[in-house]
């Protein structure tokens, strides 16, 4: 039981360093930016409020579980913007040892059920994951409209990417939320 | 529709504001003061990673989602230290009204399913928040630990005082995680 309890507690300090993990977008106020712990309680809580525009299949439950873990591979792979210049498949092999060394902290069981969970957030296809990164990408332009632009203006999005990496997701995962967001981008866009 | 979806965003946007809010807790590298999102992101990750140290009546779900509730509050009026000095009910009463007030940006039906799970955790006399105030008063010590003393030292605390104030709601809810903190805390507090 102890080594048990000292293993989960390895992995609870050790995921304190995602509050230093930063991500390229600010808080609104403008004064910092945001790390991936208070932007994964954040989305968790957009998921919980928004619950009622999600596929009536979607236990929001478990989409709430996703987004609690979706970043902890971040400690030791970083953050990768999702307007930046990535190599996906070098990130991806970075994340997989980092959920390789992290969820292996805890003891067997959990390491196997979190890493799980995280997969499936990761691949995208059942309800619970694709509700789940619907969220994950409608929190940054909301931010962004109501700071006048944020990461847009730092990297020169345009309307064509933000409909690629914003409308596919979200639309898909939450087709209520891009009818709300998709004209608002739209004028955010043709006035810059 | 329409209306609806803007009041959650309304809500939204404003708990954006609880990443401003700092603790008298520091990150276990010592770097700077926690905030409160953060910090609510962490003690959910607690709760789902001890679930197994809590009664068998407590539903981890529930838990979960009243520690991502939990300090919204304290947007409007701010955090309380644990071991500094508080006129608890002046506090209470700045809560109240924060709770009416942010919760008061969501559609009805929403803000009081929400001020209902926030009420209920403080009040801490449920299962589920009997062990949501446990989780939420033993990470600090768990950091604290990791870190040499952390606000103990600021606050010059006692063991007696970590006893009330921390062996009282963590020995209540999960009285496996008090076992293995007391004698650390005993050690610690031997020593300075």
Same mark, same amino acid.
């Given at each position: 039981m102890t080594d048990r309890l000292e293993a989960q507690l390895a992995f609870l300090r050790e995921a304190d360093r995602l509050k230093s993990v930063l991500r390229a977008s600010r808080l609104i106020d403008g004064s910092r930016h945001e790390n991936s712990a208070e932007h994964s309680w954040h989305i968790m809580l957009y998921a919980l409020v928004l619950e009622e525009h999600a596929d009536p299949q979607v236990r929001i439950d478990r989409v709430i579980r996703m987004l609690l873990l979706h970043? #902890?591979?971040? #400690?030791?792979a970083g953050d990768a913007p999702i307007h930046g210049q990535v190599d996906h498949a070098a990130m991806a092999a970075k994340e997989n040892a980092a959920a390789q060394r992290l969820f292996g902290l805890l003891p067997a069981d959990q390491a196997a059920e979190f890493r799980s969970l995280w997969e499936e957030f990761e691949a995208a296809q059942t309800p619970d994951a694709v509700f789940a990164k619907a969220v994950d990408r409608f929190q940054p332009p909301v931010a962004n409209l109501a700071s006048g632009g944020g990461t847009w203006r730092d990297y020169a999005v345009t309307l064509e990417q933000m409909d690629a990496r914003v409308g596919h997701p979200v639309g898909r995962g939450a087709p209520a939320l891009w009818r709300w967001l998709r004209p608002r981008l739209e004028r955010f866009f043709s006035a810059v």
């Open positions: 970043d #902890i591979v971040e #400690i030791d």
